[in-house]
């Protein structure tokens, strides 16, 4: 079982930068893929970023790629998701998932967290 905890969101200009951050419990954190989603008002929860549980493999959906950045320390149970030259369109609550296979769809991760919320304004 593994529960998960997203931080960092909030209210930020366009252009400018957050950091989530997700934080898991358990032992097993450094086993398990984990992945950021997203959900707009009105709109489906979509893939934005994962990455493996070494870190040696990160994968992005085309409208944030160059922009974000997701990284995991596992030594501290977390992993981040770095948002930069943030756009209106960016403004959603994000989500981050856990699985040991991972991938870019829904129904490939397990464990969920609550969500935080992202607001870009302009």
């Known amino acids: 079982q593994v529960q998960l905890v997203e931080s960092g969101g909030g209210l930020v200009q366009t252009g400018g930068s957050l950091r989530l951050s997700c934080a898991a419990s358990g032992r097993t954190f450094s086993t398990y893929t984990m992945g950021w989603f997203r959900q707009a008002p009105g709109k489906e929860r979509e893939f934005v970023a994962r990455i493996n549980w070494s870190a040696s493999s990160t994968y992005y959906a085309d409208s944030v790629k160059g922009r974000f950045t997701i990284s995991r320390d596992n030594a501290k149970n977390t992993v981040y998701l770095q948002m930069n030259s943030l756009k209106s369109e960016d403004t959603a609550v994000y989500y981050c998932?856990?699985?040991?296979?991972?991938?870019?769809?829904?129904?490939?991760?397990?464990?969920w967290g609550q969500g935080t919320q992202v607001t870009v304004s302009s």
């Open positions: 998932a856990a699985d040991r296979g991972g991938g870019n769809e829904l129904w490939n991760y397990r464990y």
